[in-house]
């Protein structure tokens, strides 16, 4: 777990970069990381990093043909990467990315970057920015969860983080600018594929413990408020929070813990909303550990609603 780490390397990046909307990978980002933490304040605007590639790959060696190509795979889509960001009160569009160069005998790449994406990452004053740990950030494994983990750094030191859920979809690029498409539109299966397992690697795999509520505006979900603390405990998994709507619990139930609306409606009217929290908390930690292989069916007996 990364909090177990004895020192973290810290990386700094403006705040504008951190809510900028844009779409990585996660090996994507993983390069991103490694490369912010090679900048320095002094270095020329025209600066070449070079950048170890087993400090991406960790694993490199189990397999390095595979991890090459998925590599150079990543590092080309990086250079269709485009941001969207204001920046002294301007809309600015910015390909961030213009050249790998690869020297696998040497096993290193170097990178040429965008004059704008480098000011976001270094000579950062007025406490305008973010500070995360590149072990952290690099031990989630998830593309959301990622950003995710960014997001809530920048607001770790105040403890609350509050956002709309639109202004989050579209951080993310979940909305297709063209046509206005969602992805994961509804919000049961947004929470399910994004968020829920965002915040489980986040308070697993860094020094943040994270809890979040809803934010509801009449009959509609709004917003997310996201509590941050230190993580200083053991190993934790996302608990459902008593503020989640019978809503939000009656999506899951089938969305993600695999139940027929008849079995879900006779959770709901047999059980009580704490209880349902606890008995889904009990099962999500044994899915996480790997011992149950049919999801539905163990909810359904759980609950007894075979």
Excluded: C
């Amino acid at each position: 777990m990364a909090r177990g780490h004895k020192t973290q390397t810290l990386i700094y990046q403006g705040n504008t970069l951190t809510t900028a909307r844009y779409e990585m990978s996660a090996l994507q980002k993983d390069i991103l990381y490694v490369l912010q933490s090679a900048i320095k304040s002094n270095d020329a605007a025209d600066q070449e990093y070079i950048l170890r590639v087993r400090d991406i790959i960790i694993d490199l060696d189990r397999d390095p043909s595979n991890g090459y190509t998925n590599l150079k795979k990543a590092s080309w889509g990086m250079m269709d990467i485009k941001m969207e960001m204001f920046i002294n009160g301007e809309y600015v569009q910015v390909v961030p990315f213009s050249r790998f160069i690869y020297n696998e005998g040497e096993g290193t790449m170097r990178v040429t970057i965008d004059p704008i994406m480098r000011g976001m990452l270094t000579n950062l004053k007025g406490g305008n920015y973010t500070t995360l740990g590149k072990e952290s950030a690099m031990k989630v494994t998830g593309k959301y969860s990622k950003r995710l983990y960014e997001m809530i750094s920048q607001w770790k030191d105040i403890g609350i983080f509050s956002i709309t859920i639109s202004e989050l979809r579209s951080r993310l690029a979940l909305v297709d600018t063209e046509t206005g498409k969602e992805l994961y539109s509804m919000i049961g299966m947004f929470m399910e594929r994004v968020i829920d397992p965002s915040i489980n690697e986040i308070n697993q795999h860094t020094e943040l413990l994270v809890r979040y509520e809803l934010i509801k505006q009449g009959r509609k979900y709004t917003g997310l408020r996201f509590k941050i603390s230190r993580n200083t405990i053991e190993q934790e998994l996302f608990l459902p929070t008593p503020t989640d709507s019978i809503g939000i619990l009656s999506e899951k139930l089938v969305s993600r813990f695999g139940l027929r609306t008849d079995q879900r409606d006779a959770v709901i009217e047999k059980y009580d909303q704490k209880l349902i929290n606890k008995k889904i908390y009990e099962i999500e930690k044994m899915i996480s550990d790997g011992q149950i292989k049919n999801i539905g069916a163990y909810t359904a007996k759980v609950f007894g609603v075979q």
